[in-house]
């Protein structure tokens, strides 16, 4: 069974960094690009960052050159290393497989950003 376990969030302010630590157990690690995903109140869950198992990573637009992120195949773990935070980077972040999130999300976790 699938089970994904977010930590890492905070509140911190604008210019400030977090590093999100992503958990997994079954098999969605090994065989899947994982990525990690955010979602604003009000507005749908969009795609931050993935990897692939050769550790090739992509990021969208909006935190290109700030969002770092990496997995540790030991510890079957993703991480998103998130420098010079934006007030616009608040939201509950996730991760899930990419491009096609498996069914059961982890709690999350929260990122504040105070200006």
């Known amino acids: 069974q699938v089970q994904l376990v977010e930590s890492g969030g905070g509140l911190v302010q604008t210019g400030g960094s977090l590093r999100l630590s992503c958990a997994t157990s079954?098999?969605?690690?090994?065989?899947?690009?994982m990525g990690w995903y955010r979602q604003a109140p009000g507005k749908q869950r969009e795609l931050v960052a993935y990897?692939?198992?050769?550790?090739?990573?992509k990021y969208a637009e909006f935190v290109k050159g700030r969002f770092t992120i990496s997995r540790d195949n030991a510890k079957r773990t993703v991480y998103l290393q998130m420098n010079n935070l934006k007030p616009e980077d608040t939201a509950v972040y996730y991760c899930?497989?990419?491009?096609?999130?498996?069914?059961?999300w982890g709690q999350g976790t929260q990122v504040t950003v105070s200006s």
């Open positions: 899930n497989s990419v491009p096609t999130p498996q069914p059961a």
């Open positions: 079954g098999s969605i690690f090994s065989i899947n690009i």
């Open positions: 990897i692939n198992t050769e550790d090739i990573a």
